[in-house]
């Protein structure tokens, strides 16, 4: 059994299905049904890879983590999600990955993902999550090789194309070298390539990535950030991080929303999120925001 399956469940009534007008889309942070569409226009939430989470409401332990929140993210969008420790943003990405009990829907393609058989929801969305029990014992590839599960067949083992798209995604995340070690045999960044890496070898269209670049050195942030931008491009992958570096965050996404007391405080594009009085009374800290290449905001701590 899985950590969210023993973890309890459920807050409140059960999210409605996906709404269909253009009232229904309006950009309303954390109302049930609204949220911020990740270019600015507005989805209706069918096309492929076009996410919607609507009322999610999570209780662990008798406690209410996440309070009915609500977004869009286009299919080819990318979503950041900010917020302070504790804030829920973890709890929020595993309850859209479906590995956690939860209240509201998530749909992807207007297709309620509570509804599909996880072999079904493997296809449709891929997760990666912070720091995951890794087998010790298990090589590089045969971990990354996981992520083609959902397309092996019952009573039959992987084929050709699996071990391809295994070492082509290996290739691209710098892992060649490494694909016959043991998990157990890595450095922090080098797990969290391997994670990654078994995330896009499930091929999936919604990709929700959890602090993806945290253990990373510098050159490999940017690596795995262009990485996960140009298969965004290239691909349509509709992509949703949470990120606690707010630069990074705002040099990549096209839409945010900032989680705050497990409910959704602000949303709408980088420039509007990553403002000096959201960030100052959100994360209690001193910060200077400027303005970077193509509009897109840079944040500055400052000593108090
Ligand atoms: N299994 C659990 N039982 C009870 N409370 C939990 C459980 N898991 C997480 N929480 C609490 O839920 C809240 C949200 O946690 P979550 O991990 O989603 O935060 P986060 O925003 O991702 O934080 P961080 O930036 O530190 O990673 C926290 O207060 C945390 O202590």
Redesign the pocket.
Known sequence: MSAGEQ?ETVAGEQGEATAETAEDTAVTAGRRGDGPVADGTPTDGRRAGGLRVTGLSVV??R?T?LSDVGFDVRAGGWLAVV??????????LRAVAGVLPHAGEVLVDGAQVRRLSPRRRARLIAYAP?SPALPADMTVFDYALLGRTPYIPYFSREDRRDREVTASVLERLDLTELAARRLGHLSGGERQRVVLARALAQQAPVLLLD?PTTALDLGHQQQVMELVDRLRLADGLTVVT?L?DLSLAGQYADAMVL?SG?RIAAAGAPAEVLTGELIGEHFDARVRVSTGPGGRPEVHLERP
């Open positions: 973890e662990l332990d406690r983590v917020g302070a420790n504790g804030a829920g943003k973890s709890t929020l912070q602090e949470t606690h989680v497990g």
